[in-house]
């Protein structure tokens, strides 16, 4: 079956930039789209079709895809960032939802 | 504004079955697909299948296949969710939400936990 892969743990200071890595095997034919979830929330998309934004959220949030890997970029950090983070993709050979196993931002 | 709402949170024995209910507003319901994702305590999300609810049609993820059937109200844009011969590992908040088809989920109804335990 399809793998997402994301690093556990991404840890980054108020103010500065974190990048969170989604790779999977030829993601480049998919779109990737990106949840945040707080602890008790709902998971709310932050980005969808690799680098668009729902309105409302923030531009500090962007989406890049090169190669084999789909990016999350969180600009200018902030304390309220904090939570975890799911990509998700269709995977058309199986016609079933994958999602990564979620990563975890720190804010120092 | 568009909200799924969902029904609330159910304890069942092992081996019992279990219907949720996701009730939507503020879009025209036929025109998106409806998917279920589950997520156990401290784990991530795991998508359980999708419905077309204006066709009907089901997708269901293979280790589900079975065990969950998913089905829906037009007449009061209503989705629900049965899985029957619940097992422990069951046991998980279920969440609704909506997409286009092969898209992203776009809006979440607020969970229902889901507890089986004997």
């Known amino acids: 079956s399809y793998v997402l892969t994301q690093p556990p743990s991404v840890s980054v200071a108020p103010g500065q930039t974190a990048r969170i890595t989604c790779g999977g095997n030829?993601?480049?034919?998919?779109?990737v789209h990106w949840y945040q979830q707080k602890p008790g929330q709902a998971p709310v998309l932050v980005v969808y079709d690799d680098s668009d934004r729902p309105s409302g959220i923030p531009e500090r949030f962007s989406g890049s895809k090169s190669g084999n890997t789909g990016t999350l970029t969180i600009s200018r950090v902030e304390a309220g960032d904090e939570a975890d983070y799911y990509c998700?993709?269709?995977?058309?050979?199986?016609?079933?939802?994958?999602f990564g196993a979620g990563t975890k931002l720190a804010v120092l | 504004q568009v909200q799924l709402v969902q029904s609330g949170a159910e304890v069942k024995k092992p081996g019992a079955s279990v219907k949720v209910s996701c009730k939507t507003s503020?879009?025209?319901?036929?025109?998106?697909?409806i998917n279920w994702v589950r997520q156990a305590t401290g784990q991530g999300l795991e998508w359980v299948g999708y419905?077309?609810?204006?066709?009907?049609?089901?997708g269901y993820a293979q280790k589900l296949q079975g065990r969950v059937t998913m089905t829906r109200s037009t007449s009061i844009s209503t989705a629900y969710l049965e899985l029957s011969s619940l097992r422990s590992e069951d046991t998980a908040i279920y969440y609704c939400?909506?997409?286009?088809?092969?898209?992203?989920?776009?809006?979440w109804g607020q969970g229902t936990l889901l507890t089986v335990s004997s």
């Open positions: 419905m077309n609810p204006n066709t009907g049609d089901t």
């Open positions: 030829n993601i480049g034919s998919q779109y």
């Open positions: 939400a909506s997409s286009g088809r092969y898209s992203n989920f776009d809006f």
């Open positions: 998700q993709v269709w995977d058309s050979d199986s016609d079933h939802v994958v």
């Open positions: 503020g879009y025209t319901f036929i025109n998106y697909d």
